[in-house]
């Protein structure tokens, strides 16, 4: 079965502090593993997604097959990075979401 | 170019009534997928629709039906409410047609509250 588990509800950090984001998935194929986030009175947006291998906003995600995880990262989080955030398996399947709030 | 819009953004229903929900797809979309999140939930997939058909479908019941129209815009029909069914309804559309691939872009919502 298709899963996506995101263990954190709020995450809290100050600024200029390292953040760690976890998403977990299980799934049987290759996913397609996505991360959307929603700022405060925005629409949700695509961040990033493991195919493109890219850095956003100086976010990255690194797809661990071995251990069935797409954690998002950022060395140094700013206060502008609070928002929403959901990972998602083939846009089929999201995450419950986790509240990022950096603290000034 | 024209983002992704939903109407209308908000509305009220009663147990056993019928709703129509309408999304107009950013320009040059030709997919588009229906979502539905419930409070501190994420969004549940329902179904995308590709050149008017249906391309695939999450695990919800008959009585949640949609329609795509020539010019990509898609109507998400429920029947027979339930107060289950209150929750905010995203539209997304997106340029690839494979279900679970390419980005999507997201409307604002229709937020439905059955009583």
């Known amino acids: 079965a298709q899963r996506v588990t995101q263990p954190e509800k709020l995450l809290s950090v100050f600024k200029g502090a390292p953040v760690e984001l976890k998403c977990n998935y299980s799934?049987?194929?290759?996913?397609?593993l996505f991360w959307y986030v929603q700022y405060s009175r925005q629409r949700l947006q695509l961040l990033l997604r493991h195919i493109s291998r890219e850095s956003i906003k100086g976010f990255t995600a690194d797809l661990n097959k071995g251990e069935t995880s797409f954690h998002l990262k950022k060395p140094f989080a700013q206060e502008e990075d609070s928002a929403m955030y959901y990972c998602?398996?083939?846009?089929?399947?999201f995450g419950a979401g986790t509240r990022l709030t950096v603290k000034p | 170019e024209t983002g992704v819009t939903q109407s209308p953004t908000h509305l009220i229903k009663t147990r056993g009534q019928q709703v129509t929900l309408r999304c107009s797809s950013q320009s040059g979309h030709n997919t588009v997928s229906w979502y539905q999140q419930a409070l501190g939930q994420g969004p549940q997939f329902i179904f995308q629709?590709?050149?008017?058909?249906?391309?695939g479908r999450g695990n919800f019941p008959p009585r949640f039906s949609g329609l795509q129209f020539p010019n990509y815009s898609s109507e998400l029909n429920v029947n027979a409410l339930e107060l289950d069914d209150s929750a905010l309804y995203l539209c997304?559309?997106?340029?690839?047609?494979?279900?679970?691939?390419?980005?999507?872009?997201f409307g604002e919502g229709s937020r439905l509250t059955v009583l």
């Open positions: 997304a559309s997106s340029l690839v047609a494979g279900v679970g691939t390419g980005e999507l872009f």
């Open positions: 629709y590709y050149r008017e058909e249906e391309n």
């Open positions: 799934y049987s194929g290759s996913p397609e």
């Open positions: 998602a398996l083939k846009n089929t399947r």
